[in-house]
């Protein structure tokens, strides 16, 4: 299954955008990213492809940041 990551900031966030996503019935999970130089963890989002188009208006609408990272297959 391929995935889609969205690169949302720290854990928190990660973590509110996942709960908000499942509330909608968006398949998602917490995911480590690749840090950015001395700024740390960046936590994001798996979410299976199908389901990308849909995760990133709902976040847009509720005022969550993210970044559109990678695709990665799973």
Known sequence: MKERILAIGSVTYATKA???LRA???PCRVTRT??????G???????PEQHFMKATEILRRLGIQYRTDYGRNV
């Open 41 to 47: 963890c960046i936590y994001g989002l798996a979410i």
């Open 18 to 20: 996942r709960h908000a």
């Open 24 to 26: 909608e019935k968006i």
């Open 34 to 39: 690749d840090s950015e130089g001395d700024r």
